[in-house]
């Protein structure tokens, strides 16, 4: 059955980047293959504080069986509405869903039973150990005891948690929670594998793994996948994309048919004697310019047309490259929707109504020896670095490497086991109080009162923080004004779209104007256009003294640390410059190495070194 046409977009604002129809079927299915996924006109609404939200509006669809299919879109798009839809677990209040040519809405259950379906936030019981978590999910799923021994080593092997089926779920790293939970989804193997935002807050090594499994469910199993993703690589990755935006389909084709429509407006500008983010600032402001993004050593540019990019408003004594790049889907997702989102979000410059530099010129926090024990366990191995003054400072590893624990020592949540630290000149050991006082701090997880308002939330911590009287009222007018939080003041946080849970969050973190922010993974889960803008507010931050130290596994943005370290297995494995930790690594051909090229190179040297030294333990051992 051929798929059907997609939404119209004759009558949208964004018709004219509108990718036509392949000329073929992609690789691995048939024009006419019976479809394993079909929306039709579903729509679906939900009233959220006496408010009508509408989720999906009219959306129609089919997915291609035998493929990997991407839902790509910016935070309230309808992404998991829809794929709960299509599990069967809301129902939609007009339109049909067949899945596996089962009626949807009229057999759930019968769905229920025949697909997998990963949420966002699996449920893994983290007291439980890996083997029975798998024995209870193929409880829930009806597997016999006879076909389970097979189908775990199976699965495990895949996964590449063979050595791991003892230990407790809670004691696995990020990454391979997720992989275990993918792993449970698929202990009765379905046909169709609905998978939401697989990838979120794993590292680029997980992340990989994680895509090396769902290739081999398609290739070997003949699996059909739809899969959610906020990291818009990943949408090159998929033989199809969905790309959904305020509940409506703009359009359904393979990857390159979306990139297309921007080529002849992407390039890449470099000026050696700039600094790059004054560089992505000052071309930010070029009106010819509808997106600067920092990557490498350069600013990657989606201009608003195909006339030749000119780079005006930069010095005249700064030379300036301006080269011709290949488009990405990305570009054309920014291209698409980037005015839409800066006409509801305006300026994102953060103006602090006071600022420090008492420690300019300073090393404004000191790590030496740094040692964090749980038991035997060194979580924290005698680390070392100096962040200064007014600097972006990126702390990246793989999951289980020790950054978070180290982030957490920093912010004088967790004791220090040994060693010597000092954040905003007062030493953690002795002053753990005053010197969280100098600092703001924004959790990984939303962690605010999610039953209370915006302005509750911005009330209490405010008093929290020590603000009083016209200080306290400044300062919460100025966070609802910067942060565009005016119009959800009296809603319940719990209830705000993420990007909005973002900024809430962060503008908690810098009420008290504290001389260093810290960032744990602060735009996990994100769309590319709320983290232009959460960047676009940290530079700025930066620009004016505060400190930032951030941890991400997103590698893109490492590019916008100053400097940064890569742990592994609770050591600093290097330190540096994006560019220097670049060095050495190759990107393959046609392109420079990427950061994340480098953190792979550098985990898997580091492992191999790792492996090299065991090795003779090891032959010693069995001899």
Known sequence: MARPAVSPLHSSPHAAFAPTAPSAAPTGAAPDSAAAL??????????????QITALDGVSCAIRPGMVTGLIGPDGAGKTTLMRLCAGLLTPDQGSLRALNIDVVREPLKVQASIGYMPQRFGLYEDLTVLENLDLYADLQGVEAEARAERYAQLLAMAGLEGFRGRLAGRLSGGMK???????TLVRPPRLLLLDEPTVGVDPVSRRELWQIVYHLVEAEGMSVLLSTAYLDEAERCAEVVLIHQGKILGHDHPRAFS???????????????????LQRALSHNPAVLDALILGKAIRVVSRDRTPLQPIGLPSEIAVEVAPVAPRFEDYFVATLKDDHAAANGDNHITLRQTSDRLAGQDVITVDNLVRRFGDF?????????????????????????KTTTFRM??????????????????????????????GYMAQKFSLYGNLSVMQNLKFFSSAYGLRGARRSGQ????????????????????????????????????????????DEPTSGVDPLARREFWVQINSLADQGVTVLVTTHFMEEAEYCDRLVIMADG?????????????????????????????????????????????????????
């Open 378 to 402: 060194y979580a924290v191995d005698h680390v070392g670095f100096r962040v200064r003054h007014g600097e972006i400072f990126g702390l990246l590893g793989a999951n289980g490497a020790g």
């Open 260 to 278: 297309q429509q921007v080529e002849g407006r992407t390039w890449q500008v470099r000026a050696p004697d700039m600094p790059k983010r004054a």
């Open 38 to 51: 079909v929306l039709d006109q579903v729509r679906k609404t939900f009233t959220i504080e006496k408010k």
């Open 571 to 623: 050591r600093v494995l290097a330190e540096g410059t994006p560019e220097a930790m670049k060095e050495g690594f190759s990107g393959g051909v046609g392109r420079e190495a990427t950061m994340e090229d480098a953190f792979i190179g550098l985990l898997e040297a580091n492992r191999n070194e790792a492996n090299l030294k065991s090795a003779p333990q090891a032959a010693k051992a069995s001899a």
């Open 178 to 184: 997720q992989k275990l939970g993918l792993v449970c």
């Open 410 to 439: 920093l912010c004088g949540l967790l004791p220090i086991s040994s060693g010597a630290c000092t954040v905003a000149g007062m030493n953690l050991r002795t002053a753990a109080a005053a010197a969280r006082a100098k600092i």
């Open 476 to 519: 919460i007018d100025w966070a609802l004004s910067t942060f565009n939080l005016e119009p959800f003041a009296a809603t319940e946080s719990q209830s705000l779209p993420l990007g909005f849970k973002q900024r809430l969050a962060l503008a908690v973190a810098l009420m008290h104007e504290p001389e260093v922010l810290f960032l």
